[in-house]
């Protein structure tokens, strides 16, 4: 029987299998931050164990970072002493650290894959649930839990047991103004947060084929959101060409031999899935969230959903919604582009596509956040930085920002802000603050108009979307 991409990866890099047990698992790359290595560098230290393999972890450091003045010291307290503790942990144990200051720090799923960390075909860990990001290029890349950390420190393995396997195809052509957002939004709006618990999911069919490396990793990063251990899609050109040449992926012959591997590495044709879901692309449309799980999506032009359920209603009261309403129309005064679901440098040429010649609406607060510094180089190097001011939205360092509330960039409680990023948790972006989760496009337009705008007829005449 033929074997699935996730199958080939995996097998090829079972070290044992443990008699009717779970497998023991070959890490190639380990990536770190700030929030979870901490404990388990002290419990590497305490039972004195060294790093088995120091040279294939990478650090940096994202979450805790301001993303202004990031060459002035760190003034939240919590967030300086985490952020030195990952500079203390690295020198100590000799792990390659891009932390603040250096050209390489950005949020770890966007730096590893800009600078060909990740490559396909590779087993990949971070103690981060959107490590499943670097799916994306054909890799099983996945979060894991702090003690497992620690285990990969020690051992560069995992003992683990296989997840079953399904694949959501999604075919035909996408309308315009509906980006990769849109369809991981629409996938998860369509089989709930709960769908995926158990499973590793291969994304397949026209769309994802057709999809550049940065939509690819939009996608992938939000399986978890569905509560898949991880998403992948089969390597191809596409993958081949974003590595190709990238600081630290192979190079000249080494670099073909690769690729002649990572041609193998797609689904056969008789391979078999544990479930399959199959999606119409006309079907999908630019997408919000109205509640407090990714979910809760609906079109943008559609009414709230009435449902009689206690915790439906606990988070519309939390969203200060109502049944049956219509987001469309709706004031926003804070929009976030940024995360690491949106922060690459295509969804900020295409939120500069739309904004340019524009001004943002004097009640909207719009912070536009790139994903890495390598990133806010090229936004300034492509004239997209001077757009973007030029139209009053601030400007910002890379880090987390106000993805989640563990910096200083925060939304004020009652406010709704259509955000870019992956989850729209009650608290998510601040105590009391109200997320609806949204393509880079929907958070331009909004931000513009001052409310939830539908852009699809206007964008026909733009050309990247
Ligand atoms: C802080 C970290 C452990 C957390 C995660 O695992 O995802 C964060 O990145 C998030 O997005 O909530
Ligand atoms: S950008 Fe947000 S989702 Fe991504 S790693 Fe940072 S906190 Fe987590």
Known sequence: MGKTLFDKVWDSHVVHQVENGPQILYIDKHLIHEVTSPQAFNELEERNIPLFRKEQIVATADHNVPTKDQHLPIQDLLSKKQVEMLTENCDKHGVTLYGLGHPYQGIVHVMAPELGITQPGMTMVCGDSHTSTHGAFGTIAFGIGTSQVAQVFASQCLLLSKPKSMRITVNGKLKKGVLPKDVILYIIAQLGTNSGTGYFVEYAGDVFENMTMEGRMTVCNMSIEMGARG?????????????????????????????????????????????????????????????????????????????????????????????????????????????????????????????????????????????????????????????????????????????????????????????????????????GARTILASPLVAAATAIAGKIVDVTEEIKELELV
Do not use: H
């Not at 009435?306 to 219509?326: A, C, I």
């Open 231 to 431: 998403g992948m899609i089969a390597p191809d050109e596409t993958t081949f060409n974003y590595v190709k040449g990238r600081e630290f992926a192979p190079k000249g012959e080494d670099f073909n031999k690769k690729v002649s591997y990572w041609k193998t590495l797609p689904t056969d044709a008789d391979a078999t899935f544990d479930k399959e879901y199959t999606f119409d692309a006309a079907d999908i449309a630019p997408m919000v969230t109205y509640g407090t799980n990714p979910g809760m999506g609906i079109k943008i032009t559609e009414r709230i959903p009435s449902k009689d359920d206690v915790s439906f209603e606990k988070s519309l009261e939390y969203m200060g919604l109502q049944k049956g309403e219509k987001l469309l129309g709706k004031q926003i005064n804070y929009v976030f582009i940024g995360s690491c679901t949106n922060s690459r440098i295509e969804d900020f040429r295409i939120a500069a596509e739309y904004i340019k010649g524009k001004q943002k609406a004097a009640n909207v607060n719009a912070l536009i956040v790139p994903g890495s510094q390598q990133v806010a180089q090229q936004i300034k190097e492509e004239g997209i930085q001077a757009v973007f001011e030029d139209a009053g939205f601030e400007m910002r360092q890379s880090g987390c920002s106000a993805c989640l509330g563990m910096n200083e960039d925060k939304i004020p409680a009652g406010e709704y802000c259509v955000s870019t990023s992956n989850r729209n948790f009650e608290g998510r972006q601040g105590q």
